[in-house]
């Protein structure tokens, strides 16, 4: 069973960062794909980044060019990727969901997860971004 482990979030003011870890313990083998998503009460749930293990990625445009994400490391079965968000604005107010897809790489699957969820075979609990104007 994966488990998917979110340490960050928190509040931050408008034109801060903050960098959320993604920690995927018992995820093997390759290939995977592990991703952040976000959801505002009330609104569908948006997809920010993707990344997949062998080292390509894609961010959603909302975020593109203020969030970043890492490659993914990973040490036997516990795999880690993080994101960091630049520039924080209000609206990205939200809860952020880690997330895993399994047998997950390349362009085709790395956009189907990012815009539809789709593969997601694992989610996080959540972690909630506050950000003040």
């Known amino acids: 069973e994966v488990q998917l482990v979110e340490p960050g979030g928190g509040s931050v003011e408008a034109g801060g960062s903050l960098r959320l870890p993604c920690s995927a313990l018992?995820?093997?083998?390759?290939?995977?794909?592990l991703g952040w998503f976000r959801q505002v009460p009330g609104k569908e749930r948006e997809g920010g980044a993707v990344v997949d293990s062998d080292g390509g990625g894609l961010h959603a445009a909302s975020v593109k060019g203020r969030f970043k994400f890492s490659t993914i490391s990973q040490n036997n079965a516990n795999a880690t990727m993080f994101l960091k968000m630049n520039s924080l604005k209000p609206e990205d107010t939200a809860e952020y969901y880690c997330?895993?897809?399994?047998?997950?790489?390349?362009?085709?699957?790395?956009?189907?997860?990012?815009?539809?969820?789709?593969?997601?075979?694992?989610w996080g609990k959540g972690t909630l971004v506050t950000v003040s104007s």
């Open positions: 018992g995820l093997n083998p390759k290939p995977f794909c």
């Open positions: 997330a895993a897809a399994l047998g997950c790489s390349g362009g085709s699957y790395l956009d189907a997860a990012l815009h539809y969820a789709y593969g997601i075979n694992y």
